[in-house]
């Protein structure tokens, strides 16, 4: 259970972080806030997107979408709040705090989840898992100077 939470927080973050490896690469030697990183993807736009693919993903009724919105609204005050009053902290300093939310939020989210929607969801959860890998080692492969761990 606590693999597919880290999952779905992996993606509800990915969502509301996806500007941090480009902004870091742009600032190398000055390290942006959470805020910085996060103050451009973390809009009420990024809901409604967030909210449309969950709704294709899980196949979400009408009805769903009404009981998850709210649910993507408070997570996204939660992290909001969060930045408020830190905002000079980093990325690596909030995840935790982040991804507890996340977590939380997901929680919810399953809760509202018929047996088929759950099954949708763990696919959904592999699928951004194996793309969060790819994205991990693709820059560190080309911006590290060590080599990268082998495959076995």
Same mark, same amino acid.
């Given at each position: 259970?606590? !693999? ?7 993606? /509800? ?9 480009? +902004? ?13 990183? =996060?103050?451009? +993807?973390?809009?009420?736009?990024? +809901?409604? &997107? ?5 709704? $294709?993903?899980?196949?979400?009724? #009408?009805?769903?979408? &009404?009981? /998850?919105? #709210? =649910?993507? !609204?408070?997570?996204?005050? $939660? ?5 408020? $009053?830190?905002? !000079? ?7 935790? &705090?982040?991804?507890? +939310? ?5 929680? *919810? ?7 088929? &929607? *759950?099954?949708?969801? $763990? ?10 890998? !790819?994205?991990?080692?693709? #820059? ?10 082998? /495959?076995?």
């Amino acid at each position: 259970m606590r !693999n597919r939470s880290f999952t779905f927080a992996s993606g /509800v973050m990915l969502m509301l972080g996806m500007a941090g490896p480009a +902004i870091a690469q742009d600032n190398a030697a000055q390290q942006p806030s959470a805020r910085q990183q =996060l103050q451009n +993807i973390h809009t009420p736009q990024s +809901i409604d &997107q967030e909210l449309a693919r969950l709704t $294709k993903d899980l196949e979400l009724t #009408p009805e769903q979408q &009404q009981q /998850v919105r #709210p =649910l993507l !609204n408070e997570h996204h005050d $939660k992290i909001q709040a969060l930045l408020d $009053k830190n905002p !000079n902290a980093s990325r690596q300093e909030l995840g935790p &705090q982040i991804h507890a +939310i996340s977590d939380e939020t997901h929680h *919810k989210i399953h809760a509202l989840l018929t047996d088929h &929607q *759950k099954e949708l969801e $763990k696919a959904m959860q592999q699928r951004e898992h194996h793309g969060e890998e !790819n994205r991990r080692s693709a #820059p560190s492969a080309a911006t590290s100077s060590e080599p990268s761990p082998s /495959v076995s």
